[in-house]
């Protein structure tokens, strides 16, 4: 159960855009995670499979029938919020027991009991059964905040940014149990986050949003590794993706690729990805390379040179900034690296790692 479709949704607030044609199917027991900067729709998305906003244009379907009309309490959806939304003069255990309380759920007290401590002991918040929000931490009321919806076993599961609060040793705990959770118990769970580390570790599929409007949808590896445009690319990475102007020119019946600031960073181009330029006909591209993909060698097998703008050494990886003339670019080292202010580095890349995206539409050549 928990099969969700969006038959071009759009979502007005006034005049202001909060989604727009949005068609999208959601499967069964599936974990999608939405990802997108801030505006960028997905809290709006959420809401209207909760029933919490009426759309504004388009068809919604839960399970096959169309909710349009059906309010959130016959939707069978759970859904957490950044906020808590915790009821303030009951405890831990009674805002848990809440969802279970309502009418139409017929539970026994020794049946609802079992459910809120199974479920808060999972959250590693059973001792706080007896406690009042306002005698919890931000962290601790967002787990309980996730427990309410959980207790209810809903068949679509909507959690909005329920990690934000907490600190990263929990937060990396809890969203394994989730991910476990989730299989356990058989609901299709969309996530919101801004963290697209957190939507690949946890997604079946991801949905990637700007601006109310869909820009890819796909597995984790194929946003990764195949991004639509230049905006995926640039928020899917961790460091960022480096982008770069470059020109387009034949040299000895080659393609060849040059940095447009300084010649320096030149590519010969050979294959699938020659044929890519060539039959995107234009002089200049865009040129994408991901930090793990620029490799520091010797003088001698280096591509091109760079100067050592800042290093900065993390326990388990470095990010080293270079300068090379007019363009910096970042690249991910091991975390025993030394490097100092103004060392001369010689880097290479593999042309067959390179990203290329058209100038004007941002769009990966490989997709236009
Ligand atoms: N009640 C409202 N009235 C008017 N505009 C709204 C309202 N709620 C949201 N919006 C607008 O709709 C757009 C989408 O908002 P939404 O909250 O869905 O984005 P979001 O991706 O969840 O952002 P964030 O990550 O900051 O929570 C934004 O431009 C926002 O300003």
Redesign the pocket.
């Known amino acids: 159960m928990g099969s969700v479709i969006f038959e071009n949704v759009t979502?007005m607030?006034?005049e202001?855009?909060?989604?727009k044609d949005v068609s999208l199917e959601i499967y069964e027991d599936e974990f999608l995670v939405?990802v997108?900067?801030?505006?960028?729709?997905?809290?709006?998305?959420?809401?209207v499979i909760a029933g919490l906003l009426d759309i504004t244009e388009g068809n919604l379907y839960i399970d096959g029938r169309n909710v349009n009309k059906i309010p959130p309490r016959d939707r069978n959806v759970a859904m957490t919020f950044?906020s808590y939304a915790l009821y303030p003069h009951y405890t831990v255990f009674e805002n848990m027991a809440n969802p279970l309380r309502a009418p139409h759920m017929n539970f026994t007290e020794k049946e609802i009991e079992e459910k809120v401590e199974r479920i808060a002991g999972m959250l590693e918040i059973d001792h706080l059964l007896e406690r009042f929000p306002k005698e919890l931490s931000g962290g601790q009321k967002q787990r309980v905040s996730l427990g309410r919806a959980m207790v209810r076993e809903p068949s679509v599961f909507l959690l909005?940014?329920p990690l934000s609060h907490v600190d990263a040793k929990v937060r990396h705990r809890m969203r394994l149990e989730l991910n476990r959770l989730q299989k356990e118990l058989n609901a299709t769970t969309v996530y919101?986050t801004?963290d697209y580390v957190e939507g690949l570790s946890l997604a079946d599929r991801i949905v990637i949003?700007n601006?109310?409007e869909i820009i890819q949808v796909g597995t984790p590896h194929e946003i990764y590794n195949d991004p639509l445009n230049e905006f995926v690319a640039t928020h899917v990475g961790q460091p960022e993706m480096n982008i770069f102007d470059a020109l387009v020119s034949l040299e000895n019946g080659k393609i060849i690729l040059t940095n447009q600031e300084s010649n320096k960073i030149k590519f010969v181009l050979e294959g699938d990805t020659a044929e890519l330029v060539k039959n995107h006909g234009k002089n200049k591209v865009r040129v994408g390379i991901r930090p793990q993909d620029i490799k520091i060698t010797s003088q001698e097998k280096g591509d091109f040179n760079g100067k050592v703008y800042v290093y900065e050494p993390f326990v388990t990886y470095g990010i080293l900034t270079v300068n090379v003339r007019g363009i910096q670019l970042q690249i991910l080292t091991e975390h025993d690296s030394q490097f100092n202010i103004g060392d001369n580095i010689a880097l290479k890349v593999n042309p067959d790692d390179l990203y290329l995206f058209d100038k004007e539409s941002g769009m990966n050549l490989e997709h236009l």
């Open positions: 979502k607030y006034g202001k855009v909060g989604i939405i997108g900067p801030s505006g960028a729709g997905k809290t709006t998305t959420l809401k950044e909005d940014e919101v801004h949003l601006e109310g």
